[in-house]
């Protein structure tokens, strides 16, 4: 069982795990540093805990201990009972949900073990830093039958805390690995056996419904960044260009929707009639 520890003092060190969570930048670094992650709220929470992460500790208002009754017998983790008041001064920000708990990550796995693996459908992201973005298409990748995700060296942290939240704890349910060289890794994912298929709005790149992913043996579709999409060096290791067809004169998406299309013409294709 958990040890409950009223805090009352903000500058508490075995608060330390949460201090300044709107700092943007110092938690970037520090938290893969020191092998944390900040999951918020219960739903995410739980989660996590499920997906066989370690939890170091929890902070919770007073309302939520009984909410998380089971979570705090079950683990050895102390908890720490505060005031919202004081939650929001260690923190920076009013905590809505009332619940966080810092965890340990785990060793990712590399992109060759990866996909060395049963994926069969794999999403490869390119310089994706917006951390709702990253959020936003783990979701749709887990709620839309995709296998693995690999991230550009420079992609936004999966774990870091309003990526998982926008998620809603989907980080934890679909593997990513980070691919170390950018653009040659690329060229690891088609000797696995994976046609590459960057998604673009060029003129010149094939509607998704003609090139018919879904029949494909492997795929791996490639994402650039919000506004700029994927690089001229991305575009030409691509084996193939593919676009959402669209109406109306909108010639884009924004990549969180963008993802959602092309994942469910990936994984699924159209039901048939």
């Not at 998380?68 to 050895?76: C, F, K, N, Q, T």
């Not at 420079?154 to 691919?179: E, I, N, Q, T």
């Not at 029949?215 to 060096?233: C, F, H, N, P, Y």
Request: proline content about 6%.
């Amino acid at each position: 069982m958990a040890d409950l520890i009223t805090v009352e003092d903000p500058a508490d060190p075995r608060l330390r795990d949460y201090t300044g969570l709107t700092d943007v930048e110092l938690r970037r670094k520090r938290e893969p540093a020191e092998g944390l992650f900040i999951a918020e709220g219960e739903k995410v929470i739980r989660r996590a805990k499920e997906a066989g992460y370690e939890m170091r500790s929890m902070l919770l208002s007073a309302k939520w201990i009984d909410v998380m009754r089971d979570v705090i017998d079950e683990l050895p983790a102390p908890v720490y009972a505060v005031s919202p008041e004081l939650a929001e001064q260690v923190t920076g920000y009013h905590v809505h949900r009332g619940a966080l708990a810092s965890m340990q990550r785990k060793p990712l796995p590399t992109a060759d073990e990866l996909l060395a693996g049963d994926a069969r459908r794999v999403v490869v992201m390119e310089s994706v830093n917006d951390h709702t973005n990253i959020g936003a298409i783990f979701r749709s990748a887990a709620a839309l039958g995709m296998d693995a995700v690999l991230l550009s060296p420079d992609c936004a942290d999966p774990l870091y805390r309003r990526s998982v939240k926008v998620s809603m704890g989907a980080v934890f349910s679909v593997p990513y690995a980070r691919l170390d060289r950018w653009p040659r890794g690329l060229e690891s994912v088609r000797e696995a056996g994976f046609s590459l298929l960057a998604l673009t709005p060029d003129e010149k790149a094939k509607p998704l419904d003609e090139v018919a992913p879904h029949t494909m043996d492997r795929v791996a579709l490639m994402l650039g960044a919000e506004g700029d999409g994927l690089s001229t060096q991305a575009l030409v290791a691509a084996d193939e260009w593919v676009r959402i067809p669209m109406s109306h004169g909108v010639d884009s998406l924004n990549v969180g929707a963008a993802a959602a299309v092309a994942f469910y013409a990936v994984a699924t294709g159209r039901p048939q009639v």
